[in-house]
């Protein structure tokens, strides 16, 4: 692990007549390496193939967590190009963009937000299944009145015209409640 993290493992290798393989290495990858290959041996013992998992209390580096936000400048120009779009895109898609911004949640969070998670009256969303786990967030006004608009179409509050989730399986894979 700490070998690939300083780039020992680094290399250039030609693959096809065009192709080309550039190894870099690095924390990040040596991280991600060392957690694939826990998994692969948890899979293992839990298939009886192995007693044990060698990976196991391996210290990992820490995640180089990114923390960039928009600027206000770059909120006023994605506020501009939502409201040029809502005429040539549909408008649940644009509405889902809004809540987001305004809300700060994942995409999946969003997509897959279902009417019976919400609760206008109190601004609150219940949300059982995020990457967190369980969480009660609570809504801005202007959250709940993109939300409003929604037509009930559907358990999913951003439904397309057959009332299921706007953009694939996305929602889709979210267990009904």
Known sequence: MHGVAAGITATIEKTKPRGL??????????????GLL?????????????????????????????????TDDEYRHLGAALSMTEQEVWKPTIDATWLMILTGWRRGEVL?????????????????DTKTGATMRPL??????VIQVQPRSGDVVFANRSGGPIVGDVAADRQPR
């Not at 801005?140 to 009145?145: F, I, P, R």
């Open 21 to 34: 393989s550039i190894v870099r290495g690095g924390p990040g990858v040596a991280t991600r390496t060392v």
């Open 38 to 70: 826990g998994a692969i041996f948890t899979y293992s013992v839990r298939k009886g193939m192995r007693i044990d998992n060698p990976v196991h209390g391996v210290m990992r580096f820490a995640d180089q967590r990114r923390d960039r936000r928009l």
């Open 112 to 128: 897959g937000l279902r009417w019976s998670e919400i609760d206008l009256r109190r601004r609150t969303a219940r949300l059982a």
């Open 140 to 145: 801005s006004q202007l959250a709940c009145e």
